[in-house]
């Protein structure tokens, strides 16, 4: 889903002199500059340059980057240099080998360096933010919401902050979920700016979450709005279910996952309805568990496992009620595998909610039941 897109702005965001911590007494080794230069979204560039009264022998740039993990993650990275008494060194963070940051993210790091005497210092972390400086951002701010626009009003950016804040109330009344922690939006004024902040995306790529840095990056305007709250609806529900239910052991099946964001959408697309209703008649819908996996590049079949999801989400919710998909998503956040946790809330395993949604699906398009009363009801 990442690409790369225009051209990156240079940002150089001088950080000064570190202070050294750990530094054997009386030694004459010194980092005397650090900086950073920022290309977004293709690589940070660490600069620096110390000296010492010995011949440097050893540089070594540590960092962390600020995302959700079950442990401390830190990265170290071997510097190359030409040896000597004063030092230049720099290294590349190539972001195309990792996949890309989003915009927002914040990074930790600190230098390591010794030298021939077998002195070692070893500086204070220092921080830097991965902007995506090519815009000049405003924020608005609701709840644990942050957008950040700089195409369009205020009052723009007020609708699509008012599109979030209803999203995450349908939500949260349809499944108990909310949000936990504060997340970002950040609202790109068409497709293509979208897509030249990622790495390698999808042409077609509309918006996309991490879920892990809590940043949601949309392409949206004035001109697709009503497309674009459907979509920050579906992803904001990504968010929502991913930190509700985390947990180190394992996901949500795919068809939970991707049927809760179609469901926070509100009434079904008339491509995923049509979709659902074709393989209903012909009796080719796929099964659960083949919609636990991740679903196929095919448009069509794609369509149809989007449509599907949505109808599993819909007859649990309509059947069972909103208590029992509360109950659910607990039962995933303690990191249960996906038969048990059906089996723990609703008492039949993939296969058992299988059958019974096949013929509750069946019943749904009976020739007595019109498109139209079941579009008013949310079923399709």
């Known amino acids: 889903m990442r690409r790369l897109g225009l051209a990156a702005a240079i940002v150089f965001v001088l950080l000064g002199l570190l202070s050294p911590s750990g530094v054997q007494a009386q030694t004459s080794l010194a980092v005397t500059s650090s900086t950073v230069e920022v290309s977004f979204p293709l690589q940070m560039v ?175 305007s004035q001109a697709n709005l009503n497309w674009g709250k459907r979509a920050i609806a579906h992803e904001l529900a990504h968010m929502v279910t991913h930190q509700v239910t985390s947990n180190p052991y394992s996901d949500l099946p795919r068809w939970l996952d991707e049927g809760l964001a179609v469901y926070d959408e509100g009434i079904l697309d008339v491509s995923f309805s049509t979709a659902l209703k074709r393989a209903v008649d012909t009796n080719s819908t796929m099964s659960v568990r083949t919609l636990s996996s991740p679903f196929s590049a095919s448009s069509e079949l794609a369509a149809l496992s989007y449509a599907q999801s949505f109808s599993f989400v819909s007859y649990l919710i309509t059947t069972y009620g909103e208590d029992k998909m509360r109950q659910l998503l607990e039962v995933f956040s303690q990191g249960s595998t996906y038969d048990q946790a059906l089996l723990t809330v609703y008492d039949f395993d993939s296969d058992g909610l299988n059958s019974k949604w096949k013929e509750y699906v069946i019943d749904l398009f009976k020739p007595s039941k019109t498109s139209v009363g079941l579009a008013a009801r949310g079923e399709i």
């Open 46 to 220: 660490f600069i620096m340059t110390a000296k010492s009264e010995t011949s440097i022998s050893d540089i070594r740039l540590r960092y962390t980057v600020e995302q959700e993990s079950f442990a401390r993650v830190t990265s170290e990275a071997f510097v190359p240099f030409a040896r000597g008494t004063t030092v230049n060194a720099r290294w590349t963070l190539d972001l195309r080998r990792i996949g890309g940051f989003p915009p927002g993210t914040t990074l930790h790091y600190w230098w390591t360096v010794k030298d021939g005497s077998g002195a070692r210092i070893e500086t204070q972390p220092a921080t830097i933010v991965f902007d995506d400086n090519r815009y000049k951002w405003q924020v608005l701010n609701e709840g644990l919401v942050d957008l950040y626009w700089y195409s369009g009003t205020r009052s723009f950016a007020s609708e699509v902050m008012s599109a979030a804040q209803d999203a995450l109330t349908r939500l949260s009344k349809g499944t108990g979920a909310q949000l936990k922690k504060p997340i970002k939006i950040y609202a790109y004024a068409s497709t293509q700016d979208l897509l030249g902040a990622l790495m390698f995306p999808y042409e077609w790529t509309g918006a996309v979450t991490f879920s892990q840095f809590g940043t949601i990056a949309i392409g949206i």
